[in-house]
């Protein structure tokens, strides 16, 4: 049962993460990267402390960096932007602004990167990074393949559900 909240809450966490929600008109997008963070910490069976608090602080850093161009490309099937109309992110240089699935990949590694400061102490905190390279892609792939286009709702809001759900599912099976 601890596994399915735990999955439930990521998927809601990575989307409240993923849009600037404010509360007594202050952004709580930090605490809820912190807040995901600790879901992460809990699903590695962290239990020290100061070794919890990092590794959420850690993710949350991770999290930071812009992503929008490879997730627009493969969410809505866009095709390679022409030179002049192209937003890529500071990240991605060479092949990777040429290949979105790729970008997201590599994007996932990223975001996972810096909880590897930490693997001295926590041995498995390598599956962050392997848990969301495979959930990045595959939430923008399958809800930009299998979800048609809706006033209702938003593709963007689902993938961002889907990839904390499918996070937090990857995460639990290998770690």
Known sequence: MNEVITIAGMAVLDRIRGHDIKLFERSINGITKLLFGCFVAYSLGVTIWWQFAALAILFALGSAPGWGDPIGRVLYQKDDPKPEEARYEWWQVGILQDNPILALISRGLI???????????????????VSMSIAMPFSAYVIG????WSEKYDKWHLMEYLRGGLFGAILGIIS
């Open 111 to 129: 975001w996972g990167a810096p909880p590897l400061l930490l693997i001295y102490f926590i041995p498995n905190v390598w599956v962050i990074a």
């Open 145 to 148: 393949k299998f979800v048609p």
